[in-house]
């Protein structure tokens, strides 16, 4: 059995030995309601359940069953990497029963644990797909097989267990698997990596839980290893698993998005645990780069739908946008690494802008569907998926109940139980806020508790209000991100006091009294955003933003008849709130007909008279039935 | 044995018993030097031997020595489809030997049909990948195995081999397995499709070639029952292989690509052998739309990597441009088909476009390597493939020596030998100049034979001189096409006698006499062309043509440090000649480095003064190393 002396550790996903900020856990933080709080209850209520439902109907939970009744592999379904989408359901359900105390929850997890916990092997093995009379060997196909990604899993979801509820059955299943791991690819063992990165950040963070620094020399083995070509050449090159150029000597992300966010994520961890400023530097750079040249203006990342990957620096086409979901947690996962590390605002940024516009869009209203790609410009109504089918698709342009490869639910769902963690972070003098939700937070100081509750309507409004409810007989520090989208900054209100702060962190240090507010105020009406000239793609448009959302235009808001794809705005004229809804100045264009589309004479095509179109917020797209959609608009 | 009252038929590729013109064969027009028959001899010095070596070396022909033997499957070497490249080159020899008499090449042609014949089954089945102890059993994997994809390049190298040097035993096998398929997919058959259209266009023309029916009716069957669904399933959707909607109710091409481009050719050959007005009306509906809206400045086709398939209407990103080689060959295959059925000049300027931009350009200067994809803005430099090793990537940016899925060599290597065929055809009263090459043309009129030559530096210069070497004693119509392209038109000079003809067709309606001669001037200096307004990735920016050839810049024309994704077009100033080599003016813009690449104020980069940009047609790209290069260029 695990060490019992395990603490809980206040239900913390990340919890570095050292940095600049020191994380909060979902403990520390509890949502209210609002926008971030409603989502954890559609979690609760709905999006949880219906990946259990999903993942029993789709057999990925019976698998473990065949495997102990030894019918496999002939009873085995879904692909390689079935059991990965049962441990991060896991991991969804232990956050969200130590959010919740969910009993009921509490007894379905534990059945699920019940049915994969004879399967393991004697030496800690364990996995469907390999090693039975039939099926491959044990890791004899690296590239494509994911044993060591469904570890990855697997020990990701037994931290959240064991930071939650604490140790048992299902976190000795996963240190069982994580010895296996460090045995059979240790210094002596394989000298090889896995297509798929994942298991270099759940060994990390699993020797944080445990205090075992042999996880963490085995996920920086794995770092250090990967780069080396060690994996087989593929159609789409090395590059797809990051396997073509070390992680330290790799300046921007590359391949497959999540693959690559993933590893960065892991690396950051294996930098801040092993003092590898090096490392971090790197990684730094990565992130930077990346940031500046691979990213969608939503935070979206992987611009090919072919290998999944990151397209060329600045090669960011909105139509063929494939900003996987799972990419999006991927990037909060490492932005949030290097936010701690760091105690730069910008990764807080960054985290923000993904968590509205790729994360929190993922799901549809009612929580059973979920987009899988996020494009930024959809040019004909999709079609509408079955409602109780399977997607085959990835690239289904409405959301579907699940997929083929179903990864992206279940990471929606242990992303929003855990949300609270990355809300705020602490120091010894004081406390950071990075997201604006309503809730209350608890945090410490070197003198003792110190807590507070944040008001909101954030993102619609732009008033944030903190009132402290606990504090110490001594000056500690409230820091509060003024995002980075701010350009104008905001109004910093302390006790009736207001003063300007500009994009980054505004800082209020004092002898805090019970019932003291401070509230930040950032102007969030809608403004026009224009792309960085060597984005060939969207040459000549403009995007709408409103506080941290990205907004688009759906064609169920046009004049009958037309849609997106003619929509031309006028942006000489700002856009703004009328009745409520954000809309911007614009035109239709009328286009000709034609038999070649290339010409010696520009054509320019007959525009409307101008009126106001209505835009919504992107995460908020495609619950309304079929419509073509687009975030770039051309400029008339 | 074949009938052996079969012609020769002049060595046509194709040869409807219908439609507005008659073809010509490679007997008829005979290529001498020039942008085209240098190519002829580059394919004949070159590339033939080359991808005679490739299939060798690949061990491809090497499978059917393993199946004599006995020793696949483990001895098969390469993908489901290998067969089909060993057949296609078996039909660029067969054109070539035709073309040329070259004894050589015959006796190795004969080596490799002997190695192929013992491997066919006494029902006339033959492949190498199924049906074996160990492999999968026939037509078990319609989606994928592509056996009568197989079958299809079979059967068009036996109607090459046929119409050249007349029935053997290669046309011998090639209709046993016609014969099969008939048997094992007719009407008491299995009713399924190949997922990898192309049995459709061969059986069309092997029934031309034998004048059995059976053989069209087969084909005509085929049609008929894709787009019901038979396939499954895939990823990418059903419409991948276009079994998604029934040929005569699509309007437009979609999925892949070269599988659509293969169908429809297919289709128009089934309609017009079968005087079905209704399906040749959807196919010159699906081309019509196909060309107005899925279709690159240089003709290509094929907008995603993604499934080498169609983008939607407009979507045509320039720097994930797909544009398969051999999607062009499909297009020439298609436009080609449509032009005998119509008489219409449009189909052969698609030709035109095709054979120039995206044909011409697959193979370098010495024959030995390919462009297997054709982008139209390569945004780094591609790393020199190896010289002499296989590329497992179709997406290489620089040319490679062969490929693991290497059909675009075999594809161009055939279209290369038989082009003579696709220069002019003939009609009970004239002939039509399609294309403009130097070299001889021998055609008939009802009243006997007429022959011309023609000279031209065509496309460098503009001057197309034909002159009549035989004619009858009675009128007869030269009609040659005026290009699309050349939209101020240009002169025909008759008998000294100049006047202005436009875009269609130039019609010279005489008794001629031996000597007389018909000129065509046009004006191939560049010019710019701009793209319609809703091809969104390339707004605001131009491209430069010259006569039939497209333009790009590459950065070895670029200042030292320079890249061609800096590059702006002065397009107030109207692109020239200089020194013999196009130029235009155009300014690098110096962008600002930023942490993210969306901003509330337009970013505008500072730009150098104005400089002569050299422009080197598109098809020559590649050809001096590494650089970046790009078709459309931002206007300043």
Same mark, same amino acid.
């Given at each position: ?28 933080? #509890?949502? %209210? ?7 954890? &209850?559609?979690?609760? =209520? $709905?999006?949880?359940?219906? @990946? *259990? ?107 959240? #267990?064991? %930071? ?7 976190? &000795?299943?996963?240190? =069982? $698997?994580?010895?296996?791991? @460090? *045995? ?109 040249? %691979? ?9 090919h739908h072919e290998g999944e990957s990151f397209g060329l620096d600045f090669e960011l086409p909105p139509d063929r946008s494939y900003s996987e979901s799972c990419a999006g947690v991927g990037s909060v996962m490492v932005n949030f690494r290097l936010l701690l590390a760091t105690g730069e ?139 980075g989208w701010a350009h104008a900054g905001g109004t910093l209100v302390v006790d009736g006091q207001e003063r300007t702060v500009v994009p980054g962190t505004a800082r209020v240090r004092r002898r805090f009294a019970v019932g003291d507010t401070v509230t930040l105020q950032l102007d969030v ?112």
């Amino acid at each position: 059995m695990p060490d019992t002396s395990l603490s809980l550790d206040h239900g913390r996903p990340v919890a570095p030995s050292t940095g600049a900020l020191r994380p909060l856990g979902i403990d520390d933080v #509890r949502l %209210r309601g609002g926008f971030w709080g409603d989502r954890q &209850e559609l979690n609760h =209520r $709905a999006m949880i359940e219906h @990946c *259990e439902y999903w993942v029993e109907r789709a057999g990925w939970v019976a698998n473990f069953d065949a495997a102990r009744a030894g019918t496999l592999p002939g009873a085995h379904t879904g692909r390689e990497f079935a059991d990965s989408d049962v441990y991060k359901l896991l991991e969804a359900m232990a956050w969200e029963i130590g959010r919740t105390g969910d009993e009921a929850m509490d007894a379905r997890f534990r059945a699920i644990v019940d049915r994969i916990a004879p399967v393991q092997e004697a030496d800690g093995y364990l996995n469907t797909y390999f090693g039975r009379p039939g099926q491959g060997a044990r890791y004899s196909d690296l590239e494509w097989g994911h044993e060591l990604y469904c570890y990855g899993h697997l020990i990701q979801a037994a931290v959240a #267990r064991g %930071r939650t509820t604490g140790p048992d059955l299902f976190v &000795e299943i996963a240190r =069982r $698997a994580a010895d296996h791991v @460090c *045995e059979a690819f240790g210094p002596d063992g394989i000298q090889g990596v896995c297509g798929h990165p994942e298991i270099e950040v759940a060994l990390a963070e699993f020797a944080r839980y445990t205090g075992d620094p042999k996880y963490l020399e085995q996920s920086r083995l794995f770092i250090e290893r990967r780069g080396h070509r060690t994996l087989a050449d593929i159609e789409f090159g090395r590059q797809y698993f990051q396997d073509d150029t070390p992680v330290r000597d790799t300046d921007v992300m590359a391949g497959h998005a999540v693959r690559a966010l993933y590893l960065a994520a892991g690396g950051v961890d294996v930098a801040v645990e092993t003092d590898d400023g090096e490392l971090l530097t790197a990684l730094k750079t990565q992130v930077a780069n990346t940031t500046a040249r %691979r990213t969608y203006v939503t935070g979206g990342m992987g611009a090919h739908h072919e290998g999944e990957s990151f397209g060329l620096d600045f090669e960011l086409p909105p139509d063929r946008s494939y900003s996987e979901s799972c990419a999006g947690v991927g990037s909060v996962m490492v932005n949030f690494r290097l936010l701690l590390a760091t105690g730069e605002s910008r990764y807080a940024d960054a985290i923000e802008r993904t968590l509205y516009n790729v994360v929190a869009g993922s799901p549809g209203e009612d929580g059973t569907s979920f987009f899988y790609t996020n494009t930024l410009h959809q040019r004909v109504p999709g079609a509408t998926p079955p409602a109780d089918e399977q997607s085959p698709r990835a690239a289904s342009s409405l959301r579907a109940p699940w997929f083929e490869v179903s990864c992206c639910p279940t990471n929606v769902a242990r992303t929003f139980a855990s949300l609270g963690a990355y809300v705020a972070t602490s120091s010894p003098d004081g406390l950071q806020l990075h997201q604006f939700v309503t809730g209350t937070i608890r945090g410490a100081v070197a003198e003792g508790p110190i807590a507070m509750t944040v008001e909101t309507a954030y993102p619609d409004e732009g008033t944030i209000t903190v009132t402290v409810s606990e504090t110490v007989d001594s000056e500690w520090e409230l820091a509060i991100r003024v995002p980075g989208w701010a350009h104008a900054g905001g109004t910093l209100v302390v006790d009736g006091q207001e003063r300007t702060v500009v994009p980054g962190t505004a800082r209020v240090r004092r002898r805090f009294a019970v019932g003291d507010t401070v509230t930040l105020q950032l102007d969030v009406s809608p403004r026009l955003t224009y792309p960085d000239p060597r984005v060939d793609a969207v040459r000549g448009s403009v995007a709408v933003e409103a506080g941290p959302l990205v907004l688009c235009a759906e064609s169920v808001d046009l004049p009958e008849g037309a849609d997106v794809n003619s929509l031309r705005i006028v942006d000489a004229e700002a856009p703004r709130v009328r009745d409520g809804q954000p809309v911007a100045t614009a035109r239709l264009a009328g286009f000709e007909s034609t038999d070649w589309p290339y010409a010696d004479a520009l054509g320019r095509p007959a525009l409307s008279e101008p009126f106001e179109l209505p835009l919504i917020p992107y995460h908020r797209r495609a619950n309304r039935g079929p419509a073509t959609m687009r975030v770039w608009m051309p400029c008339a």
